[in-house]
């Protein structure tokens, strides 16, 4: 429309000079140029068509990327939601178990411990097949270290194989004595009995005078002032070389 109203007013202008043939070449050119034109606003027109299409379709592909990105994160949370359910169920069953297995275990130690403690000396609650008993120096190591770590009914159980498996070893005073330590100071009068046993029976012993004086202190414990000073005065006129000796000097002057 721009280049037919050009051409007219450039007709106009040259009309009183120009020959009808050149009028008609002059519009034979504008209709050429309006043709051009009009090719061009079709192109630009599809071009624009196709990159909206374009427009479109890429924004189906991200809304259908979104939804599935969606879709993977809520099944992804319950999917951990259900791991987490599981992992709280198990680690349940483990702490009953738990709970279960330290409440056995107690039980046992407690019966052991009081099957140990009411056997008198002698029984044979300690005995072990033959070729498998360990050695009395052995056997004394695992009482002592148990002892250490408050196992007491393990530390028994060591020294009563001891006593039974070799009755005339050199060790057996020793083992005697812990035997009493072991019961000291939960079980008093178990503690008495071996403490009594090493004094009496093993009297040379490096452990006579010290199970005298737990003896001793035990008696004083429950205001047995009198028995105390029996087990204190036989130190003094028997051990006199004793570590115990001048111990159980002082303790004779607070007891008088």
């Known amino acids: 429309m721009r280049a037919t109203g050009a051409a007219a007013c450039l007709l106009a202008g040259m009309a009183a000079c120009a020959t009808p043939g050149q009028v008609r070449r002059v519009e034979t050119q504008v209709a ?15 071009d624009l068509v196709r990159i909206q299409a374009m427009q479109r379709q890429s924004m189906d592909s991200i809304n259908l990327l979104v939804g599935r990105l969606s879709d993977n994160v809520q099944r992804l949370g319950r999917e951990t939601a259900a791991n987490f359910d599981n992992l709280r169920q198990q680690l349940y069953q483990v702490a009953n178990l738990a709970s279960n297995t330290q409440s056995t275990v107690k039980r046992l130690g407690t019966q052991i411990e009081t099957a140990v403690s009411t056997a008198p000396p002698g029984s044979d609650t300690a005995h072990a097949p033959a070729g498998l008993i360990p050695q009395p120096d052995v056997l004394l190591s695992q009482a002592s270290g148990a002892m250490d770590r408050s196992a007491n009914s393990s530390a028994r159980m060591a020294l009563s194989t001891l006593l039974q498996n070799y009755p005339t070893s050199i060790q057996v005073p020793e083992a005697v004595f812990l035997m009493g330590r072991s019961f000291d100071p939960a079980a008093p009068d178990s503690a008495r009995t071996y403490y009594d046993r090493v004094w009496k029976t093993y009297p040379d012993s ?26 204190f005065q036989q130190i003094v006129d028997r051990y006199k070389s004793s570590d115990e000796y001048g111990s159980a000097q002082d303790r004779l002057r607070e007891n008088p």
């Open 206 to 231: 490096p452990y006579a005078p010290t199970a005298l004086y737990k003896l001793g202190m035990l008696e004083l414990k429950v205001q047995n002032a009198a028995a105390a000073r029996g087990y």
């Open 32 to 46: 050429i140029l309006d043709r051009d034109h009009a090719r061009a606003d079709s192109a630009r027109a599809a």
